[in-house]
């Protein structure tokens, strides 16, 4: 089954809640009821949902699937800003990667710069990068998030307080029309919070199909950051405001 956005972001929430109601993503997604209830029909009728009284629960053994449709949704672009990011990283340089699946991308491409320390809440990161031979990588401590393999909680954000890397690579599930970065789970936000104290150039690594994805908890704004590495060039709007905040914009194509 080919999903939506909107489609792969319902069952991101069912995967942390437990459950959704069709009235909550109405509201979440500024969408009618009846275009929630054919979202949530499709993904039943795919084995990917269950049904329940007025919205619909995860299925069985399905925990997983969210994260792996998102690692699939533009892979290219994703892969492309992995690229263009792991420039930014120099021999000698420490850097964080947070959750999700483009700084995964990062971590693929950082495996050709030589003498790097690595400081992570990703599993998967640690993983992609194990055979590093001159990479020194640093997982934090936290607690287990199964369905995608980050280490979240207080525990991460106490471990990430003993670190100053150089860079900070951050990647979000949603920006809104404003460049607020949103994401979904309170604790990995407090994570990001912490290393975003913690190092002097952050960097968001992100595509401009973040704009058509929502998501309820604001982490911060796109000024907050320093460097912002995309898979095209954004709106006029965005350029506008990340350049009256001396944000730095990258594609794959170079420096905008």
Request: hydrophobic fraction near 40%.
């Amino acid at each position: 089954m080919h999903l939506s956005p909107r489609q792969t972001d319902i069952l991101t929430r069912a995967r942390d809640m437990g459950r959704v109601t069709v009235d909550g993503l109405a509201a979440e997604f500024h969408v009618t009821a009846q275009t929630i209830r054919r979202d949530l029909g499709s993904l039943c009728d795919a084995g990917l949902l269950e049904r329940t009284h007025g919205g619909a629960a995860m299925a069985e053994g399905l925990t997983n699937l969210a994260y792996m449709d998102r690692r699939r949704m533009n892979a290219e672009a994703k892969d492309a800003i992995g690229r263009a990011a792991a420039r930014l990283v120099h021999p000698g340089n420490s850097v964080f990667l947070n959750i999700g699946t483009t700084t995964e991308a990062v971590a693929r491409h950082l495996r050709e710069v030589p003498n790097i320390t690595v400081i992570t809440n990703n599993l998967n990161v640690a993983q992609i990068l194990s055979g590093h031979a001159t990479a020194e990588v640093i997982v934090t401590s936290g607690r287990l998030r199964r369905s995608d393999g980050a280490l979240v909680g207080e525990l991460a954000v106490q471990t990430l307080r003993h670190f100053k890397p150089d860079l900070a690579m951050i990647g979000t599930s949603a920006i809104d029309h404003k460049g607020v970065l949103l994401d979904y789970d309170p604790d990995e936000i407090r994570v990001t919070h912490a290393i975003l104290e913690q190092t002097g150039l952050p960097v968001l690594v992100a595509d401009q199909g973040k704009f058509q994805r929502t998501a309820p908890v604001r982490v911060t704004n796109i000024t907050r950051m320093r460097y912002w590495v995309t898979d095209r060039a954004p709106t006029s709007r965005m350029q506008t405001l990340c350049r009256g905040a001396y944000v730095r914009m990258f594609t794959p194509a170079g420096e905008l």
